[in-house]
């Protein structure tokens, strides 16, 4: 334990940013909240739901004529999902909002009390899931279905 001149421990005032710059962040994530959030509804409700992001399992099937095995093995797949791409794209701006909200309102605290100490894990968090799911739907549009290479490339 360091001592003081006086003979006092001495005690460590945590960091914090200032107030005026507090309340800017604040005031800008909460408009990014709706910003992003509203980007996330406006795509839905703009958009066609004609391009569907459907990932399948490649599969082998076994051949059989007069039900007896040839010996042959077919390739075929089984779709394991299906749904609008549209709603893989607009998770961008969902996972953003979230992000916002939490720094604005639920982590307010933990959140400036990290860029006090010149660190912001919460972009980071929000960068591993939205460019995860960039990264798949990229590659899907690149004609990648399959489940074990999206998984790959995920990873």
């Given at each position: 334990m360091?001592?003081?001149s006086?003979g006092?421990?001495?005690t ?6 200032a107030p005026?710059?507090?309340?800017s962040?604040?005031?800008?994530n909460?408009?990014?909240?709706f910003?992003?959030?509203g ?8 958009s ?6 459907e990932?399948?399992?490649p599969?082998a ?10 010996g042959?093995?077919e390739?075929s797949?089984?779709m ?5 791409l549209v709603y893989?794209i607009?998770s ?7 992000a916002?909200a ?5 982590l307010r605290?933990r959140?400036?009390g990290?860029?006090a100490?010149?660190m ?5 968090v929000?960068?591993?899931?939205s ?10 549009l690149?004609?990648i279905t399959e489940f074990p ?5 995920a990873?």
């Open positions: 360091s001592m003081t006086a006092t421990a001495a460590a005032t945590p960091k914090t940013i005026e710059r507090a309340r962040l604040s005031r800008w909460r408009f990014l909240v910003a992003h959030g980007q996330f509804v406006l795509m839905l409700l703009i066609g739901t004609a391009v569907l992001f990932v399948v399992v599969t099937r076994p051949v059989i004529v007069n039900g007896e095995f040839t042959g093995i390739p797949s089984v394991l999902v299906s749904f609008p893989l607009a961008f701006f969902l996972m953003s909002a979230i916002h939490s720094a604005g309102f639920f605290g959140y400036e990290w860029l100490r010149g912001n894990p919460l972009r980071w929000e960068y591993a899931f460019s995860t799911v960039m990264i798949v739907a990229i590659a899907y690149s004609f290479a999206l998984v790959a490339i990873g």
